[in-house]
């Protein structure tokens, strides 16, 4: 009874990948959770950055805190329902075996087991010596991580640029 792998017959008719219809489609893989979208902004924000020094600013240990940083902020915006202005959270399947990828998730994963070590900073900003935004000018670094060298160029940033990544927060008022 039921279908014959040898001559790939459906008895019964109740295969359709066997009766010549269209298969079903596979089923979708699962959404990514809430911190790996995050890890995923993290990665698509700061991919191409490497370290500038072995120890202090612009060290590994320092671009994977500025990530973990990074990734703070993407979470509270997201809890202050604030869209857009950060990069997707779309990363394609090549990329997710990076060693760049690998620790923007370890960022993100470390980021949603601990205390906001930015004081609920909802906006952070990529200087590469570029002119800044108007919206810039009315905020106040509270961190600053790197500078950290753009290896890969692509995006806003050019190849070789010296970036810096500032945390932000509103000026207090006077």
């Not at 017959?9 to 990514?32: L, R, V």
């Not at 200087?127 to 290896?151: I, R």
């Amino acid at each position: 009874m039921g279908n014959d792998p040898l001559d790939r017959t459906d008895p019964t008719g109740n295969d359709a990948c066997q009766t010549g219809t269209t298969c079903p489609p596979p089923p979708k893989p699962p959404d990514a959770t809430p911190t790996q979208k995050i890890g995923n902004v993290v990665h698509n924000e700061t991919s191409g950055l490497r370290s500038s020094s072995k120890e202090g600013a612009g060290s590994s240990k320092d671009l994977h805190d500025a990530k973990v940083a990074v990734a703070h902020v993407v979470a509270n915006r997201e809890k202050a329902g604030v869209n857009g202005g950060v990069a997707s959270d779309k990363v394609n399947s090549g990329e997710q075996k990076t060693s760049q990828y690998k620790d923007a998730q370890s960022a993100a994963s470390e980021a949603s087991q601990q205390k906001d070590t930015t004081g609920g900073a909802k906006n952070y900003v990529l200087d590469y010596g570029q002119k800044m935004p108007g919206w810039v000018g009315k905020m106040d670094a509270t961190q600053s991580f790197g500078p950290f060298n753009n290896k890969s160029g692509g995006g806003d940033v050019t190849q070789g640029a010296d970036v810096t990544i500032k945390i932000l927060v509103p000026k207090e008022p006077n």
